[in-house]
DNA sequence: CCTACCGATCGGTAGG
DNA sequence: CCTACCGATCGGTAGG
């Protein structure tokens, strides 16, 4: 019988993911040494470098796991016969779930995109650019009148996303709004304007 | 008579600021190195030693200069007798007007700000929360339903700042929607999700 | 001949 | 306002 991995071998390359991204989220990616992701892991470097070939590697890494479960909440939310309105209330409170669940990877995505190589930059891009484009259909069937203005209706899902990515940044899911709240607010506020965008 | 500063000290020092934003912008705080900064300005990195402390101390005035311009804008528009919804507006011009015309240190705030020794971060984040606190006040004035309910009133308010602090990310002045459209668009977003707050 | 892993150290560059 | 350096640490790789 050929050998083959280690049975661990997926479960020591996510905590490797885990570890880079809590200490990407704190120092930055250039703040951060692949020697301080191996002494938070207890590890080797050379055994990170077994699992990665790059450090560049790891971020792309952490990055992609992170839009990727977007993309599939994303699908979840769109699936099914609810409206419109009702549709874009459940991708919201999934991607605030998890932006809370994956607060580091999410921080790591809004601050240290730039640090990525090119190509594999492109890749997690073009992801991005699938859930502003599903967002920005949403609110097309929630205001139609906005069908033929599309200027209009990409800017309303970039003041959206503008609004949701950042709370991560002063949001505090023990204070006095809810998350639930929370991204209900953003909503109304997002299909409120929109309204006043269809008008003018 | 004793010997004075050199008379182009200040531009010298304004040209170093500005040259170290352009970097950290593209670079990152920690991508960008001090010998970086000199290469750019033309200088050795003992000439930016004479002006500065330290690496750190330049990051910081990147940073301040940047907030007490939004905080002169943010008196502007509150000065005079407009109404509050006509001051929000006026507000959320000059502040986009600024993260246009000062595009690399409003990015270097939001990214870096980590990379702030403690005690001057916290001279910076006080003037960022005098900022929040403004638009929280405007908010009220627009709708006094919201007097009691400051959670709701702050939320508004960090989300009105998400909206308009990252369209630097992907804004562009020169497509469908213009500056000054952009800042309607997020005024009537938030008094209009405002109204539907107040209600619920 | 493979995968899994280590202690030690490489050539270069960082902030000061 | 410069060249010449420093202690330390960087990302990545050697032999075994």
Redesign the interface.
């Known amino acids: 019988m050929a050998r083959t991995q280690a049975a661990d071998y997926d479960e020591r390359k996510q905590a490797i993911v885990e570890q880079a991204a809590a200490l990407f989220a704190?120092?930055?990616?250039?703040?951060a040494s692949v020697a301080d992701i191996a002494d938070r892991g207890k590890i080797s470097k050379s055994l990170i470098y077994h699992y990665y070939e790059s450090k560049e590697d790891i971020l792309y890494d952490v990055m992609i796991s992170h839009v990727r479960a977007l993309e599939a909440a994303a699908a979840d939310a769109l699936a099914g016969g609810a409206k419109p309105e009702q549709k874009l209330r459940d991708l919201t409170q999934l991607f605030m779930a998890l932006y809370v669940g994956a607060a580091d990877r999410h921080k790591v995505l809004l601050?240290?995109l730039?640090?990525v190589p090119k190509a594999r930059r492109a890749e997690i891009v073009q992801v991005q650019r699938g859930l502003i484009e599903s967002v920005r259909a949403l609110l097309v069937e929630i205001e139609p009148a906005l069908k033929k203005r599309?200027?209009?209706s990409l800017?309303?899902a970039?003041?959206f996303?503008?609004?949701?990515?950042?709370?991560h940044t002063?949001?505090d899911a023990k204070?006095?709004?809810s998350p639930e709240a929370?991204a209900n607010?953003?909503v109304?506020?997002?299909v409120?304007?929109?309204?006043?965008?269809a008008e003018?």
Chains 1, 2 share one sequence.
């Open positions: 704190t120092r930055g990616f250039n703040g601050n240290d730039d640090y599309e200027g209009v800017t309303a970039m003041l996303f503008g609004a949701i990515n950042w709370t002063w949001y204070g006095a709004v929370l607010m953003v109304d506020m997002t409120a304007g929109l309204a006043r965008a003018g």
